[in-house]
């Protein structure tokens, strides 16, 4: 057994079934409890340790895991962590974050003696809890060494693209590629509904045809069976990412008018309501109707 330590802070829909498989791959796993204790006893009575604080776990921890929602949370925690740090250590940000903020953070910590890696995901809670993640990581290339078994315990496809940052980079590329096939869905179905075109008879023309895919189908689950488990994304996460989006745009001078559009949508959703955690993207089939006049369709 590795006596690599690794301690996983945000063991929620996604960092459950990661920090479950990096406990199966045979690494002593340190996890701490948030607001749900659910899913730490459920790590714990699989052999996990639970950490009392946030100090105890940097102390305790080579590798560090970061689930958390944003860089401001991913900030607070590293903060919190960075004088109780092993000599060494590395902090690996699962989140999907701003990728200035991860870059600053890679030079507080290699002041430290320390590394860091962004590795944010690809997949959905299903994905994690079988170990069938992706991830699209910045890191040095020591450091990637160093993380890359930890890694493979959750993820089966692991890109590493360049240093700290760039993993975050592409995950912001990534999510504007998925969020605006959910903006283009929920305006198409909306569309389709004023011109007499049932959600059903879409999706029997588009489903199987070129213009199917994965998140089409998942996207779908809600808006054709009404399956709230279809698709668990948070529209203020999504939001929250489109703004990040933004920011990378304007710093590089690239206009990025269909990332507006997409980030309006977003914000159309969470400013009209859908702000709450079990608001997920595909609820935004609901607030764009609603928009346009149309009662909720299932």
């Known amino acids: 057994m590795s006596q690599t ?28 409890a948030h607001r749900n204790r659910v899913p730490v006893e459920d790590l714990v009575s699989q052999g996990a340790t639970e950490a009392s604080s946030l100090e105890s776990l940097a102390a305790a921890s080579d590798i560090i895991h970061i689930c958390a929602p944003g860089s401001p949370q991913v900030e607070a925690i590293v903060d919190t962590m960075l004088p109780h ?6 902090i690996v940000d699962c989140s999907t974050s701003d990728p200035t903020s991860t870059e600053k953070l890679a030079e507080r910590l290699a002041d430290k003696g320390c590394a860091m890696v962004d590795a944010p995901l690809g997949g959905t809670p299903v994905q994690a809890m079988a170990g069938e993640l992706s991830t699209m990581v910045g890191a040095s290339d020591d450091a990637f060494a160093r993380v890359k078994p930890v890694l493979a315990c959750w993820a089966q496809a692991i890109v ?30 909306a569309l389709s509904r004023k011109v007499g075109i049932s959600v059903e008879q879409f999706d029997s023309v588009i489903r199987g045809s070129r213009m199917d895919c994965g998140f089409y189908q998942t996207f779908m689950g809600y808006a054709v069976e009404g399956n709230c488990e279809a698709h668990k994304f948070a529209l203020s996460n999504a939001y929250k990412d489109m703004r990040y989006l933004a920011s990378m745009a304007d710093a590089a001078s690239v206009a990025n008018p269909v990332g507006t559009a997409v980030k ?11 702000d709450g955690p079990e608001d997920y993207v595909p609820h935004l089939v609901d607030f764009v109707a609603r928009a346009n006049g149309l009662q909720k369709d299932k």
């Open 264 to 274: 309006n949508s977003m914000a159309l959703a969470v400013n009209t309501g859908g």
């Open 5 to 32: 330590q690794v301690g996983f802070v945000g063991v929620g829909l996604m960092g459950h079934g990661m920090a479950k498989n990096i406990l199966g791959g045979g690494y002593p796993i340190t996890v701490i």
């Open 85 to 90: 740090l092993k000599n060494g250590a590395i």
């Open 160 to 189: 590493h693209l360049g240093k700290p940052g760039i993993g975050h980079k592409m995950k912001l590329l990534n999510n504007f590629l998925s969020l605006g096939y959910g903006a283009l869905y929920a305006e198409a179905l």
